[in-house]
């Protein structure tokens, strides 16, 4: 089925090159990051292209999967999915060593030439990584890459670490990041990114619940993260009793494509312990007692709802699941009180944000209207 489903999205392609020619020129290009989205009565919208992205005009949105999203009004979609089996199959005919060369160069190819008939005036990338042929491609036709902040940075983020990056992605690193705030820019300086480089957009992601409440309140909420799905059923049922006793639900939900595709809490879940994948994330988080999870953004964004955020882990235990590779600025987040560490047993209470920790150095009022509108000088980009 997945080999049919390659074939047809390489045989799509001219029909949508085509579509190309009918599509606004010189808009701002978002290439979508499709794995998170917002979920309402009317539909899944995607999780990055709200309000803000609604008021930007002439907009054109790359996908790389053909679905049915709610768009801002007015929005232009080009799906990109016969990229990479078109690259894969040209590939079959060259040296094996060579192949993965030839895969990232059929790529930027098609990418330069749906750019040469769109001439988007910047290209913003919700994800760059992964999308490295997207920015080679721009580069070579003189074109502005921005990456924008779509979730959590942290020192070892092989996207973001340069100094851990892979030699394709860090020969083809977007001209400009920015981020949602100051805490962040400082991670991206320490990582190996340039000043100039780096700016703050502000939190740009419409967070408004979009239902008028839940049914099954009082509830704590567990955010899933791969690889910790056991940590997180040995607490829930470490206090299931205390649950029980004061009225209190446990609520689950899921990571996308990894816990609804395996269902690692179907032996856990019982009238106290639900997982609610129909509930939009914002609307679980905005309505819960408190949140508990690993690395999340959720657990960030929870303050701006003002609840309170509870890590699972330690560097100890992130090291059992993901050896060498831990978020040091996590321990310091639990060190200034931003989140709490939960031990087995004990229920996490509500609790304030010290006055130390400043919410706008993690999210600032948005600017990305603006900055889209108005790009930093050439000479910041960085030298070839």
């Not at 100051?182 to 340039?194: D, E, F, I, N």
């Not at 999210?363 to 509108?373: D, M, T, V, W, Y």
Request: hydrophobic share 40%.
């Amino acid at each position: 089925m997945k080999k049919l489903s390659k074939i047809f999205s390489i045989l799509g392609l001219p029909g949508r090159f085509v579509r190309l020619f009918f599509m606004p020129k010189g808009a701002v290009l978002i290439f979508n990051h499709t794995t998170r989205v917002r979920r309402s009565s009317h539909g899944p919208t995607p999780i990055y292209l709200g309000r803000i992205f609604g008021e930007i005009h002439p907009l054109v949105v790359f996908d790389g999967t053909k679905a049915s999203y709610h768009y801002p009004a007015g929005t232009a979609q080009f799906v990109y999915s016969g990229f990479h089996p078109a690259g894969v199959l040209i590939s079959r005919f060259v040296p094996r060593v060579t192949r993965q060369r030839v895969v990232f160069l059929v790529q930027v190819g098609l990418c330069k030439w749906a750019f040469r008939i769109l001439r988007p005036r910047k290209v913003v990338l919700l994800v760059w990584y992964g999308k490295e042929w997207a920015v080679a491609a721009a580069r070579e036709l003189g074109i502005e890459t921005i990456d924008i902040q779509h979730g959590v940075i942290h020192e070892q983020h092989p996207g973001y670490a340069v100094q851990l990056m892979e030699p394709l992605w860090a020969s083809n690193m977007p001209d400009f990041c920015w981020v949602y705030g100051s805490h962040w820019k400082g991670l991206l300086l320490k990582s190996g990114w340039s000043e100039e480089r780096v700016r703050v957009c502000g939190y740009y992601i419409d967070h408004v619940p979009k239902y008028p409440d839940v049914p099954f309140k009082p509830y704590l909420l567990y955010i899933s993260a791969p690889g910790f799905q056991e940590h997180i059923k040995q607490h829930i049922r470490s206090i299931l009793p205390v649950l029980k006793a004061r009225g209190l639900k446990a609520v689950i939900a899921p990571h996308q494509h990894v816990d609804e595709d395996t269902h690692p809490y179907k032996d856990i879940l019982a009238e106290e312990v639900l997982m609610i994948s129909d509930f939009d994330a914002y609307d679980l988080v905005a309505r819960c007692e408190v949140c508990i999870g690993v690395t999340s953004t959720l657990l960030y964004e929870a303050r701006i709802f003002g609840k309170s955020s509870y890590t699972l882990v330690d560097k100890s235990t992130y090291g059992k699941v993901f050896p060498n590779w831990y978020p040091s600025s996590l321990g310091h987040l639990v060190d200034t009180g931003m989140f709490r560490q939960v031990k087995l047993g004990e229920v996490p209470e509500p609790f304030e944000l010290p006055a130390s920790v400043q919410l706008d150095a993690f999210f600032a009022p948005s600017q990305l209207k603006e900055l889209l509108g108005v790009m930093p000088a050439a000479s910041a980009r960085r030298e070839r």
